[in-house]
């Protein structure tokens, strides 16, 4: 007899960044700035993210895309990937993602791809501390995941080429 086996997870909605720890209210804004840089002349998507660092510091980073579509990078691989190359004593306390279209002042709620959910989780799972994701959407709202590993249920990581 099979057996069926549920996973879920819950997630936090708030109707504004006031409700949100002052570091992450900053890390919203941060985030947002940041697709002022990014370099999107393909898809006109402006992605931000913001990474909180344990020392307090936030490092911002936007998507860059090339002529040559895969060699593009989202905003927060880059983000993690940079944080690791400068910071790789400090652990990570939070992202925050957020996105619009060069077209519109309006952000949108963006969940991150799927390449960078096992991004982040390689970093998640090697620091033992689980990263909040902040999701900033429009009107204010603000969705936070509690971890990435509720991003990627049944993932590969390094635990499985042991
Ligand atoms: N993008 C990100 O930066 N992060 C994601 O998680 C989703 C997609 C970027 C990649 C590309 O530059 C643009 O958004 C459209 O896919």
């Known amino acids: 007899m099979s ?3 549920i996973h879920s997870f819950s997630y936090e909605e708030f109707n504004s960044v006031s409700e949100l720890p002052k570091n992450v209210h900053l890390a919203v804004e941060r985030a947002k700035e940041a697709t002022n840089r990014s370099y999107a002349n393909y898809s006109d998507f402006l992605v931000g993210a913001a990474l909180i660092l344990e020392s307090g510091e936030i490092i911002e980073s936007s998507n860059q895309e090339n002529a040559s579509y895969p ?3 989202c905003a927060e691989s880059l983000a993690f990937f940079y944080a690791s190359s400068k910071h790789p004593e400090q652990k ?3 992202i925050v993602i957020t996105a ?3 077209s519109e ?3 949108r709620f963006t ?3 799927g390449s960078c959910r096992q991004v982040m989780l390689e970093y998640e799972e090697s620091q033992g501390q ?3 994701v902040y999701l900033a959407a429009a009107n204010h709202l603000i969705y936070k995941i509690p971890s990435v590993c509720d991003l990627l249920p ?3 990581s390094g635990a499985d080429l042991e």
Do not use: H, M, V, W
Request: proline content about 12%.
């Open 3 to 5: 057996k069926k086996i």
């Open 105 to 107: 002042d309006k952000f």
């Open 100 to 102: 619009r279209k060069r």
């Open 130 to 132: 689980k990263i909040p």
């Open 71 to 73: 060699n593009g990078l």
């Open 154 to 156: 049944l993932s590969f």
């Open 111 to 113: 969940p991150p791809c």
């Open 92 to 94: 990570i306390s939070a």
